[in-house]
């Protein structure tokens, strides 16, 4: 059937994702995301921080199956984000004509009018407060606003202790579709990609830090360090909460 179908081909409550995450599992992250834009035209959301693997998944999305109904990409405006993120942000949608969906906390547009609301360095007294603010609270307005039945996330199993075991397929706490096509690709994988096809990607990538997430709160990695030890160093975090 055409890629333009307005309806789910399939039904994600009813999918067996045991049978599909066998089916998946040895194949390349395009033959997964095919799936995803062939079954799900509309309902499919692309969740990116625009670190490395996010983009990979983009490019793959937008460059090599340019799907009917561009697959919207949700970024979270943290307020709180590097400059060679945001300017990421600005090229790589310029470069695929990015369906581009961006997500805030509301009520407040800028750093200052955060720590205004909130305190100074949030951050430091509240890590939990300072996540479901910036972060939690925004990704799921936005995939209830876009209307999301299923959203993909640049997650690898190599990336830290506490993904060693995630799936290709799953379902998220609100019975979305979550699909993690990266998963069983290593660091290497995704820059040998990246290499390959030219994709853009954070200067920050080149200067140490191989994980990059909100600029007070992330520092470089020290080679033999896990790929995200500089994401919340010394505050005994691992993740920020939007995949717990």
């Not at 990409?73 to 942000?89: A, G, M, Y």
């Not at 470069?95 to 305190?119: C, E, M, P, Q, S």
């Not at 160093?233 to 920020?240: F, H, I, L, S």
Request: contains cysteine; negative net charge.
């Amino acid at each position: 059937m055409p890629l333009n179908t307005a309806e789910p081909l399939v039904s994600v409550q009813n999918l067996n994702l045991d049978e599909l995450n066998q089916q998946f599992e040895t194949a390349h992250p395009t033959d997964i995301l095919s799936w995803c834009v062939a079954n799900l035209p509309t309902g499919l959301v692309q969740a990116s921080a625009f670190n490395v693997d996010d983009q990979v998944i983009t490019d793959i999305l937008y460059r090599q199956l340019n799907a009917v109904h561009p697959v919207p990409v949700l970024f979270l405006e943290t307020l709180h984000h590097f400059p060679q993120t945001l300017d990421l942000v600005a090229k790589t949608q310029a470069v695929y004509n990015l369906n581009l969906k961006v997500y805030k906390i509301l009520g407040v547009d800028t750093r200052d009018a955060f720590a205004a609301r909130y305190g100074e360095a949030l951050w430091n007294t509240d890590i939990q407060q300072f996540h479901h603010l910036t972060k939690i609270e925004p990704l799921q307005r936005g995939l209830d606003e876009l209307n999301a039945i299923a959203w993909i996330t640049g997650r690898r199993r190599d990336q830290a202790t506490t993904r060693i075991e995630i799936p290709i397929f799953e379902l998220d706490a609100k019975q979305r579709l979550k699909v993690n096509p990266l998963a069983t690709w290593t660091r290497k994988q995704s820059w040998a990609y990246v290499m390959e096809h030219n994709v853009s990607y954070n200067p920050l990538h080149d200067q140490g830090y191989p994980s990059i997430g909100d600029e007070p709160i992330t520092s470089p990695v020290a080679d033999g360090e896990d790929e995200r030890a500089g994401r919340w160093r010394g505050m005994g975090k691992t993740e920020c909460g939007i995949h717990i």
